[in-house]
């Protein structure tokens, strides 16, 4: 993988990915509405994911897209639709357009955070149970990318990414936790592996409180967790205190997205 485009490349997993994914004779082209500064083996593109002829221009040359850009959280219906569903499409249609051969896409637990605890660990290629308009955006997304796959041969892995930050930052994440050398990891089996086709998988360490998803198709791309978040469980746990399994978080995979307090007006 010569050129690598990743759209949302100022945001924490974009963030998280540039150390790790640099490799000599690897150029990282960093796409955000973010000003980026470009270090060693990078390109910067400002440009919105929303924005066709952008990311046709930016895809072009690239072997790879790894597209994390849209909103990152819950919002209202016609700004997920406008980012996230809308910038999904971009993405995939600037890659036909261009000829980018692979996009592999930063899908959600959020796309099926509707699954309860007594059906964990949830199975690999899950039927959609969103938790929120967020949610959504991510079933949507992974339906563009068959899409793309079945009918132009792009081929596409959405990664349902549960917590991935340098640290666990709830008693929740002790269990759901998607280490940066993991990621790292992960998303480098994506790029690598030969002809995956149309792909679902979900990214989780090797957490001791973890099997709350199923790993075994991200292993069969090649990923290997080596981080558990149990190095982090004293100090959590002093800061948030012991997990509750009676806490309404715990009820489902999606944790807080599914409670009222996630609406939005």
């Known amino acids: 993988?010569?050129?690598?485009?990743?759209t949302g490349a100022a945001g924490t997993v974009g963030t998280i990915l540039r150390t790790r994914l640099a490799a000599p004779g690897r150029t990282l082209r960093l796409l955000d509405i973010a000003a980026l500064e470009a270090g060693p083996g990078e390109e910067t593109v400002t440009a919105s994911v929303t924005d066709l002829a952008a990311m046709t221009a930016a895809c072009e040359g690239a072997d790879?897209?790894?597209?994390?850009?849209?909103?990152?959280?819950?919002?209202r219906w016609e700004e997920i639709l406008d980012v996230n569903i809308n910038g999904g499409y971009v993405a995939f249609e600037a890659a036909r357009r261009a000829g980018v051969?692979?996009?592999?896409?930063?899908?959600?637990?959020?796309?099926?955070?509707?699954?309860?605890?007594?059906?964990?660990?949830?199975a690999d290629y899950k039927f959609p149970d969103p938790d929120t308009y967020y949610g959504v955006s991510k079933v949507a997304t992974e339906g563009l990318a068959a899409m793309y796959y079945h009918r132009y041969g792009i081929h596409s892995i959405c990664v349902r990414i549960l917590s991935c930050f340098p640290r666990p930052l709830s008693a929740r994440m002790l269990s759901t936790w998607l280490s940066p050398d993991d990621a790292g990891r992960l998303f480098e089996?994506?790029?690598t592996v030969e002809d995956p086709g149309f792909r679902v998988v979900f990214g989780a360490s090797a957490n001791t409180r973890g099997g709350w998803v199923s790993l075994n198709e991200a292993r069969a791309l090649g990923y290997e967790p080596r981080d558990d978040a149990e190095v982090y469980a004293a100090e959590v746990i002093a800061e948030?205190?012991?997990p509750d399994p009676d806490d309404?978080?715990?009820?489902?995979?999606g944790g807080e997205f599914t409670l009222p307090s996630a609406d939005v007006e």
Request: hydrophobic share 55%.
């Open 101 to 122: 051969p692979r996009v592999v896409f930063a899908s959600s637990n959020h796309a099926v955070g509707f699954t309860p605890r007594s059906e964990f660990p949830v």
């Open 189 to 191: 089996a994506c790029l």
């Open 248 to 253: 309404p978080v715990f009820r489902y995979l």
């Open 1 to 6: 993988m010569a050129i690598i485009l990743i």
């Open 64 to 75: 790879a897209i790894i597209h994390l850009g849209g909103v990152a959280r819950e919002a």
């Open 240 to 242: 948030f205190g012991e």
